[in-house]
C-alpha cells in the first residue's frame, strides 16, 4: 500500500506541472506527512534498532526532499526543469529505494 501511494506521486506531480492539480510543497517535502512517514515516526519507531528501519527512514526522507524541489521548481515557473528532474535518474532511484526498503523491512518484520 505505502509502495503503491508513493508510485502514485509521479502521476500528482505530472499533474501539478501540467496545471491540473495542488499541492502544498512544505507538506510534500515532509517526510512525516504522508501515510508512510507516520508510520515510521508512530508505530514503526519499535524497529528502530534496526539498519532496514534506518535504511527505510533515510530513503523516505531523501525522497520528500527530492519531490518538494520538483514541485517548488514547477511552482516558481521551471515546469520543464521540473518535468525534466521527474523524468530524471534521480527521482527515479529515490522512489526505487523507498519500495525497497519498504520490501526490506516488511522481509524482517513478518518472519
Not at 515516526?41 to 535504511?55: L, N, T
Request: a positive charge.
Amino acid at each position: 500500500k505505502a509502495i503503491q501511494a508513493h508510485t502514485r506521486w509521479k502521476i500528482r506531480l505530472r499533474a501539478l506541472l501540467n496545471g491540473k492539480e495542488s499541492i502544498d510543497v512544505k507538506e510534500l517535502s515532509s517526510d512525516n506527512s504522508c501515510e508512510l512517514g507516520k508510520w515510521i515516526y508512530g508505530e514503526g519507531a519499535v524497529h528502530a534498532s534496526h539498519p532496514d528501519y534506518q535504511g527505510l527512514k533515510e530513503a523516505h526522507a531523501h525522497f520528500h526532499r527530492i519531490a518538494g524541489s520538483i514541485a517548488q521548481r514547477g511552482l516558481s515557473g521551471d515546469r520543464y526543469g521540473a518535468s525534466v528532474q521527474l523524468d530524471g535518474k534521480d527521482y527515479q532511484s529515490a522512489s526505487t529505494a523507498v519500495a525497497t526498503k519498504i520490501n526490506a523491512l516488511r522481509d524482517v518484520i513478518e518472519k
